[in-house]
């Protein structure tokens, strides 16, 4: 199971979430969501300590972190 899940389409391509996963697994997307933003995406779940950190800065309320 993922533990962090992104609504690609809620995703804005802010950036905040990239910058504050202590990991550094989060990164923007090559492709663009219907609305035209490079929407973030996890590219090591497995690295993932669930730390919540890119939920609790998204301000577009598109990330949910599991544990």
Do not use: W
């Amino acid at each position: 199971m993922d533990r962090v899940v992104i609504d690609e389409d809620r995703c804005k391509s802010c950036g905040i979430c990239v910058s504050v996963c202590p990991r550094g697994i989060i990164v923007l997307s090559d492709r663009v969501n219907k609305y035209g933003f490079r929407p973030a995406m996890v590219k090591e779940q497995e690295q993932c300590t669930s730390c919540t950190l890119c939920g609790r800065m998204c301000p577009h309320v598109a990330i949910e972190v599991y544990k």
